[in-house]
């Protein structure tokens, strides 16, 4: 009788402790999934952060190249946040230039809601302007005409001395088209010959081309 009250209470102390360790079992489980719930990730909590790869990126018109990841969960989701100057594809990260020269945004999204960012820029191409060059001693207007590709036919102009500090007042722009009239005085011996820097950029596609427009003294 009392061998068998021995062995009766010793399968309830090991019973005891098999049902504490499945008390404890659930508890860790409960906290483990309740931390993967707070976090957005059903299958554990996240520690990883992702980057893309390149950061920032320039391409040329029609061009494209593959974003990637480092870091991060799968899957990923990809947008751009400017599709004007090109798209991209939401599961690949394949990047796609328009014929639009411009800046945008991409933006990565792993399965756990981590997101990274990068910078495109997709370049213009060169405008061709004639004359690329000039040398006045007369004041009064030179014409520089760009051939402009984008079809609204629509340019902005602006004009800049290439001597920093100079005190010899910039001549005046007027632009029709592709056409850029520059209306100028001759700068004095003391101001010196002046150098200046036409730019003409599409309105339409971010084309961009420069002339030069050197401008003799007086001498006086």
Known sequence: MI???????????NKGKEGLLFLFLIVG?????????????PFGPSTSAVRVIPSTVNVAKGGNLTF????????FAWNIATTGVGNIVADTGVFTATQIAGTATVTVTDAVGDTATASVTVLPNNLVIVPGSST????????????????????TASIANDTTGSTFTLPTLAVAAGVVTVTFTLPNGTQGDQTLTVTITDSENGDVGTAKLTILNDGT
């Open 3 to 13: 061998h068998f009250s021995k062995n009766y209470l010793e399968r309830l102390k």
């Open 29 to 41: 489980i409960f906290v483990a999934c309740q931390g993967a719930l707070e976090d957005g990730n």
């Open 68 to 75: 990637t990841t480092l870091g991060g969960t799968t899957p």
């Open 136 to 155: 006045q001693n007369t004041a009064g207007d030179e014409i520089f005409t760009a051939t402009l590709t984008g079809p609204s036919g629509l340019a």
